[in-house]
């Protein structure tokens, strides 16, 4: 067990997750949504910028400003956390703890063994769930031009990523969007802030969890309901892993994985 590293040996050991959040629940609450508001201001800026400098201006096309905004979130994302950092500060919170940016104590092995396990895992899950309810998930894939399958919309953001992995040269704009962006300031928004205000609460871990996981699957609400219900699923599963590790860096790191994984899946997929 060595070769995995120090937190993979602490089976015994109490869980290493510990809540700071010296601002207090309401005032962390009121921070929080203010944070939430300019990265979505944020995105949107970036979006207009996107589809006015390289999409030909056609604000009145929904899907080109749905990739506007995908490809316009990285940047988004990276001030939205540095606005996150700034208030853990607030009544002399330290940013490190509060966000929970401890260094796990791992080698490269455990690692892998934590990020593979996590997305083995999922998508155990994820077809177990297919299996029992019998769902067709074909009706929750867009057609290979991004369009929606017969049965409704598969998603928005679904849809997008299956039109712009037709357009090799906007798919790798858009990818560090998704797989560093979108991990980045959603696990320092939901797991990270939100995640230790709430923990310090009556509500506790346990409400912390389900709280966080609920808000951040109702952030995908353009999504169908299956595809909401593995994310609220997935959300859970993080914040276990943030739990027993104690650092928001395995779940950056796990969403990271899982949003690559489905993203080259996408691209690999279209290719003729």
């Given at each position: 067990?060595?070769?995995?590293?120090?937190?993979?040996?602490?089976?015994?050991?109490?869980?290493?997750?510990?809540?700071?959040?010296?601002?207090?629940?309401?005032?962390?609450?009121?921070?929080?949504?203010?944070?939430?508001?300019?990265?979505?201001?944020?995105?949107?800026?970036?979006?207009?910028?996107?589809?006015?400098?390289?999409l030909n201006g056609d604000f009145a096309n929904e899907k080109l400003v749905i990739k506007g905004a995908i490809i316009g979130s990285l940047p988004a994302a990276i001030l939205?956390?540095?606005?996150?950092?700034?208030?853990?500060?607030?009544?002399?919170?330290?940013?490190?703890?509060?966000?929970?940016?401890?260094?796990?104590?791992?080698?490269?092995?455990?690692?892998?063994?934590?990020?593979?396990?996590?997305?083995?895992?999922?998508?155990?899950?994820?077809?177990?769930?297919?299996?029992?309810?019998?769902?067709?998930?074909?009706?929750?894939?867009?057609?290979?031009?991004?369009?929606?399958?017969?049965?409704?919309?598969?998603?928005?953001?679904?849809?997008?990523?299956?039109?712009?992995?037709?357009?090799?040269?906007?798919?790798?704009?858009?990818?560090?969007?998704?797989?560093?962006?979108?991990?980045?300031?959603?696990?320092?928004?939901?797991?990270?802030?939100?995640?230790?205000?709430?923990?310090?609460?009556?509500?506790?871990?346990?409400?912390?969890?389900?709280?966080?996981?609920?808000?951040?699957?109702?952030?995908?609400?353009?999504?169908?309901?299956?595809?909401?219900g593995m994310i609220f699923i997935i959300g859970l599963t993080l914040s276990a892993l943030l739990i027993r590790f104690g650092s928001?860096?395995?779940?950056?790191?796990?969403?990271?994985?899982?949003?690559?994984?489905?993203?080259?899946?996408?691209?690999?997929?279209?290719?003729?």
């Amino acid at each position: 067990m060595a070769m995995l590293g120090e937190d993979l040996q602490k089976f015994g050991a109490p869980w290493l997750y510990a809540p700071r959040q010296p601002a207090g629940l309401w005032v962390a609450l009121g921070l929080w949504l203010l944070v939430v508001a300019a990265f979505f201001l944020l995105q949107a800026i970036g979006a207009l910028a996107v589809v006015g400098l390289f999409l030909n201006g056609d604000f009145a096309n929904e899907k080109l400003v749905i990739k506007g905004a995908i490809i316009g979130s990285l940047p988004a994302a990276i001030l939205a956390a540095w606005l996150v950092w700034r208030i853990s500060k607030v009544r002399g919170g330290i940013p490190r703890e509060i966000l929970a940016l401890r260094k796990p104590d791992l080698t490269w092995l455990g690692w892998l063994v934590i990020v593979g396990g996590f997305l083995v895992g999922i998508y155990i899950v994820m077809m177990t769930v297919v299996t029992v309810f019998q769902i067709d998930l074909e009706q929750y894939l867009p057609g290979p031009d991004g369009g929606s399958p017969a049965t409704g919309s598969a998603g928005a953001m679904k849809e997008a990523m299956f039109d712009l992995a037709n357009e090799p040269l906007f798919f790798w704009l858009a990818f560090p969007a998704i797989v560093i962006g979108a991990p980045l300031i959603e696990e320092l928004i939901f797991r990270g802030y939100l995640f230790s205000a709430l923990a310090m609460s009556r509500v506790g871990l346990s409400g912390a969890t389900i709280v966080t996981s609920s808000l951040w699957s109702l952030l995908h609400i353009t999504e169908p309901w299956f595809s909401i219900g593995m994310i609220f699923i997935i959300g859970l599963t993080l914040s276990a892993l943030l739990i027993r590790f104690g650092s928001i860096w395995i779940t950056m790191a796990c969403h990271t994985a899982w949003n690559g994984a489905n993203m080259l899946a996408v691209f690999v997929a279209l290719r003729p």
